[in-house]
């Protein structure tokens, strides 16, 4: 079984994130492979919808495999994984057929990056949504991923989220307009089915105009946030906050 399966269905197009023993922590191959399925989704006439879900049933995705930061020795390791991973979200933003989160349990970190990306999201009701970094890894974002989350949470609320590292329950998500549709547990595959079989059934280019059409207004003013990521990734504190997170182990924030 492969970590990151992609398979199609008719005109369905479905990345399965296949980690389950790791809530589906993406690896960078992983990444780079979402980033071949979405060229795949823009490429083959037969593709009319891509669906991202994780396998398991406890994690959309949990993030990056913090594992793979243990490697880093500087702020400007933090500048080429950002690169990195904007090398995947922003392919997945501009997909030119609809896109779908499908988010069973945790959708943190680099999961709600991804799930920010899509079109539409569907969640079932005990999925948690968040980027606790400021407790765990003490790390930051790229200026590409902050714009996400502000366009679809807001200032305020984006802010909330991050500083106090708090988790927002699938009704809190979607009373910000994030999630589309809460089902009950258990019931994702009929709702992630009529959701599906909507959209096979309205006009591909309409649609692709409105998801183009967002993707460009969220991006027109986008600033550099470089020196930030370096200052953060570059840390002492990111280091201790990396080792801590491995070794189950406690972090004490210097500020430096």
């Known amino acids: 079984m492969s970590e990151l399966e992609v398979t199609?269905?008719?005109?369905?197009?479905?990345?399965?994130?296949?980690?389950?023993?790791?809530?589906?922590?993406?690896?960078?191959?992983?990444?780079?492979?979402?980033?071949?399925?979405?060229?795949?989704?823009d490429a083959e006439e037969s593709v009319r919808v891509l669906v991202l879900r994780g396998a398991g049933g406890r994690a959309f995705v949990a993030g990056t495999d913090i594992a793979q930061f243990l490697e880093f020795t500087s702020g400007d390791d933090g500048i080429a994984y950002e690169a990195r991973i904007e090398r995947v979200v922003n392919p997945l933003v501009y997909v030119t057929v609809p896109t779908v989160a499908a988010v069973e349990g945790a959708c943190v970190g680099g999961g709600l990056a991804l799930a920010a990306a899509c079109?539409?999201?569907?969640?079932?009701?005990?999925?948690?949504?968040?980027?606790?970094?400021?407790r765990t890894l003490g790390n930051c974002l790229s200026m590409n991923t902050y714009s996400l989350l502000v366009h679809h949470l807001g200032p305020g609320r984006t802010l909330d989220m991050l500083l106090r590292a708090k988790l927002l329950s699938a009704a809190d998500a979607a009373a910000a307009g994030f999630v589309g549709e809460v089902v009950p547990d258990g019931e994702l595959d009929p709702a992630l089915a009529s959701l599906v079989e909507t959209l096979l059934g309205h006009a591909p280019l309409s649609m692709k105009a409105a998801g183009q059409a967002v993707a460009r207004l969220r991006r027109a003013g986008l600033p550099d946030g470089d020196d930030l990521v370096r200052e953060v990734f570059g840390s002492a504190d990111f280091r201790a906050g990396v080792r801590a997170f491995v070794d189950r182990g406690q972090v004490s924030w210097t500020g430096r």
Do not use: H, K, W
């Open 119 to 134: 079109d539409l999201r569907v969640a079932t009701a005990s999925s948690r949504f968040g980027v606790p970094i400021a």
């Open 8 to 41: 199609q269905d008719g005109a369905v197009l479905t990345v399965l994130f296949n980690r389950p023993e790791a809530r589906n922590a993406m690896t960078f191959a992983m990444y780079e492979g979402l980033e071949e399925a979405c060229a795949r989704a």
